[in-house]
């Protein structure tokens, strides 16, 4: 029994997942649509209705996630060629998201509507799934950090990652910010956040273009 476990933990590569880790983090910490669903979902139905919001929206990120990591392992592993042109394609998003974020006016960070009737959950895998810059962020950002011989217990760890790191990020705000002064905090370092984030992006993006 013990032997097996060690065998699960020995097939994990967790450099692999701290790479992806970090920045599945900071991609949940940035403040925009998202966080004002679960903002919005906690003001309109308490902390119970934002949590849902939270689970519903880190099983949409969760459903790219896996997509992601299974379809470009698959690539990687049948057309090495292709997968280093979607390294460079993912450079250059990663170059266009960073300037994006870096540029995003302070009045618009959080542009989003008033309060819909929909249910927290369903809100929330809304924004998460029907949301394409989720796409484009998780394809660029795992195209660098995946590898051939990975294992499935890797793959499986890298998906379930992203949608626990993105559920927790906003449970937390559903249960801890809302009607705090941290909120105001947040919201007012919201374009700081944003240009930490392009930096990160930036420089993880350099550094790919010249291991290619």
């Not at 013990?2 to 692999?16: F, H, K, N, R, T």
């Not at 459903?63 to 379809?71: D, E, H, N, S, T």
């Not at 997968?83 to 974020?101: A, D, I």
């Amino acid at each position: 029994m013990s032997q097996c476990c060690a065998l699960g933990m020995e097939a994990v590569a967790w450099d692999i997942l701290l790479a992806a880790g970090t920045v599945f983090f900071l991609g949940a910490i940035s403040p925009g649509p998202s966080l004002m669903v679960v903002l919005r979902n906690t003001l309109i139905g308490g902390r119970r209705q934002g949590v849902m919001c939270a689970i519903g929206h880190g099983l949409g990120f969760g459903v790219y996630a896996g997509m992601a990591v299974f379809g470009l392992i698959v690539l990687l592993e049948e057309a090495p060629e292709i997968f280093t042109g979607l390294q460079l394609l993912g450079c250059l998003l990663l170059v266009w998201y960073g300037w994006s974020m870096w540029n995003v006016e302070a009045k618009h960070l959080f542009d989003e509507d008033q309060a819909s009737g929909r249910q927290g959950f369903a809100e929330g895998f809304a924004i998460a799934f029907f949301n394409p810059k989720i796409a484009l962020f998780l394809v660029a950002v795992l195209a660098q950090v995946l590898e051939a011989d990975m294992s499935f217990a890797s793959k499986a760890a890298v998906g379930l990652l992203g949608m626990t790191i993105d559920t927790l990020w906003y449970i937390i705000v559903a249960l801890m910010l809302t009607g705090t002064s941290r909120l105001d905090v947040l919201k007012s370092n919201a374009q700081l956040i944003h240009r930490i984030t392009a930096l990160v992006l930036w420089g993880f993006a350099l550094s790919v273009f010249f291991r290619i």
